[in-house]
């Protein structure tokens, strides 16, 4: 299975079967986009890296923060993105902002991982609005450790962001921290 950098341990059985059902029936509802949230270690990016696997053709995958970033600095000139090549091997380049939202607008799928990990500027929030209404429609999926009512309640993002997640199909998952198995190391100093 084919699956965005740094993700290749990543297996559909370690997805909770009620997500795994409510992910498969987004072909079917076309609800996009889909807002995956919950506490740290949860699954989140782990049930987006498998969901990359499932496109046919080759998916965008973007820390979200780092992205919005890019997109709102490089809207005059040029946009500074990771390229995956059919090896999985990433480098990083830069592309003329109009081809790059000509490829964000026609990609499969875009991931976009850890919304909301620092607060937005005023550039970061427009570059979401735009990224949510070029792929109004079609796959589009997000990970957050703060659900869609949190980031607008915070003030980071308004209403109309909120309103495009609420009108797509939002998940959270709970449980805890995956990656914490209870045997923490303690040094002494």
Request: aromatic residues 8%; glycine residues 8%; contains cysteine.
């Amino acid at each position: 299975m084919r699956t965005p950098p740094g993700y290749s341990t990543a297996k559909v059985e370690q997805i909770p079967i009620a997500v795994r059902e409510t992910v498969n029936g987004l072909k079917e509802t076309n609800k996009w986009p889909l807002y995956l949230c919950g506490p740290v270690g949860t699954g989140k990016t782990m049930t987006a890296a498998v969901l990359y696997g499932k496109f046919p053709s080759l998916p965008m995958w973007h820390r979200a923060d780092d992205l919005l970033t890019s997109v709102s600095t490089g809207r005059v000139s040029r946009v500074s993105v990771d390229k995956q090549n059919e090896f999985g091997e990433v480098s990083r380049g830069v592309v003329p902002f109009p081809i790059f939202a000509s490829r964000v607008a026609s990609a499969s799928c875009l991931f976009l991982d850890d919304l909301g990990t620092r607060r937005p500027t005023e550039g970061m929030c427009a570059a979401l609005f735009d990224l949510l209404e070029w792929r109004k429609g079609r796959p589009i999926v997000i990970t957050s450790n703060k659900q869609p009512d949190e980031l607008t309640q915070s003030g980071w993002f308004d209403d109309r962001i909120y309103s495009r997640f609420a009108a797509g199909t939002v998940i959270k998952i709970e449980g805890s921290d995956r990656r914490a198995t209870g045997k923490r190391v303690r040094i002494k100093t």
